[in-house]
Nanobody, 116 residues
Framework: QVQLVESGGGLVQAGGSLRLSCAAS????????MGWYRQAPGKQRELVGK???????TYVDSVKGRFTISRDNAKNTMYLQMNSLKPEDTAVYYC??????????WGQGTQVTVSS
């Protein structure tokens, strides 16, 4: 078992920045299958981006060039740096770890609200 705890959400004006953190209860970040998702009101949860064990990253088109995923293995923490935020980025952001095809761990989520 592993617990994932997100932090860093809040209210920010459009064009601003936030950095989200996802702390794991044990070392997992050397493994693949880590990522960030978000869910806006009335919408399905969507992938924001993923990071591999080699720190390769992929992003959904809507955040490319604005969001950056990174991690600090020594701190068992993954980050989501969000720049040039837009009102449409408003959502609850979740970190996720999928160690195998049938197992998925989610954090509790952190609210990000971007005002226009």
């Amino acid at each position: 078992q592993v617990q994932l705890v997100e932090s860093g959400g809040g209210l920010v004006q459009a064009g601003g920045s936030l950095r989200l953190s996802c702390a794991a209860s044990r070392t997992i970040f050397t493994m693949n299958g880590m990522g960030w998702y978000r869910q806006a009101p009335g919408k399905q949860r969507e992938l924001v981006g993923k990071i591999t064990s080699a720190s390769g990253t992929t992003y959904v088109d809507s955040v490319k060039g604005r969001f950056t995923i990174s991690r600090d293995n020594a701190k068992n923490t993954m980050y989501l740096q969000m720049n040039s935020l837009k009102p449409e980025d408003t959502a609850v952001y979740y970190c996720m770890w999928k160690p195998d095809p049938v197992t998925t761990y989610w954090g509790q989520g952190t609210q990000v609200t971007v005002s226009s």
